[in-house]
């Protein structure tokens, strides 16, 4: 089993005929994802390496069973687009995109409540799930299928964590991003869930940053968990109040810090990583 993308997965792709977005599709298809339809507002009829294209969501929904999309969009279009997404009744939707203004995040993650929607990132590098679906720009060629669960904050550290883990051998049941923006669709407790209630996944990773209190709150769910957990939180010398990397990444006036979360954490039964070496030892020690 895997989480939420899998071989059931039928993707459309919101922005197909951009640049990233062609050059991405390419990817997905060859890493297995079933790519039904691209949307583009005004390229309708047109075909982007023979996948068709239609103006508007609704339409691509009249002519193909898709589950899922993915948004590679300006960040100004993004609410507009991801609406349309969910309106039409998609159930997986991927923001790729960046700096998506916070009113707009907080309106779509209203939405996708009312429509039983799972909105991952804004500012995702995607999910993953090896040997069925990729959705987004994780590295999915080198990975392999096992029984690890990752979630993570920041994309650099997903992306990092399944080439360690890959190195050594490790195999992934799923590694999604939630979106390093202030604001993403869904927190570490909601995946957390999912991996509790996946039979494929023994131990779940959970990565995280300063910024926020999405690690904190999780830890009240780990204390119940039962399958194990390991954390590695990063930032412990940021200074407050500077933004390390993308938005979410601050600590505000005292809150969020690296040092917090990982007392937390360890409180609630969490295996701590210091890094990733130290984050696969942990790992193989568990499995």
């Known amino acids: 089993m895997s989480i939420l993308v899998g071989k059931e997965t039928r993707l459309i792709v919101q922005g197909i005929t951009g640049n990233w977005g062609q050059k ?71 923001i790729i995109t960046e700096n998506v203004p916070l009113h707009d995040t907080m309106k779509i993650v209203g939405l996708s409540g009312q429509f039983d929607a799972w909105v991952i990132g804004p500012n995702t590098p995607g999910i993953v799930s090896p040997g069925e679906a990729l959705v987004g720009f994780l590295p999915s060629a080198t990975i392999q299928s096992g029984g690890v669960g990752i979630v ?23 590694c999604c991003g939630i979106g390093g923006d202030l604001v ?30 999405m690690e904190e709150a999780a830890a009240e769910y780990i204390r119940g968990m039962s399958k194990p957990v390991i954390s590695m939180i990063v930032g412990r010398t940021a200074p407050p109040g500077k933004r390390m990397g993308h938005a979410g990444a601050i600590i505000s006036q005292g809150s969020g810090s690296a040092v917090h979360k990982i007392e937390v954490l360890k409180k609630a039964g969490a295996k701590i990583a210091d890094d990733f070496w130290h984050l696969v030892k942990l790992v193989q020690e568990i499995q």
Do not use: W
Request: glycine share 12%; with cysteine; aromatic share 4%.
């Open 24 to 94: 991405q599709t390419l990817n997905m298809i060859e890493n297995g994802t079933c790519i039904v339809a691209g949307v583009s507002p005004g390229r309708g009829g047109t075909e982007v390496l023979g996948i068709p294209v239609y103006d508007t969501v609704p339409e691509a929904m009249r002519n193909h069973q898709a589950n899922a999309s993915i948004l590679y969009i300006p960040a100004p279009a993004v609410k507009e687009a991801a609406f349309e997404a969910i309106e039409s009744g998609i159930k997986v939707v991927v």
């Open 184 to 213: 993403s669709g869904k927190s570490h407790i909601d995946y957390l869930k999912l991996f509790e209630g996946d039979e494929q996944t023994r131990v779940v990773v959970l990565l995280g940053e300063i910024g926020g209190s």
């Open 152 to 174: 993570s904050r920041s994309g650099t550290l997903a992306i990092e964590t399944l080439r360690f883990l890959s190195e050594n051998h490790i195999g992934i049941a799923t």
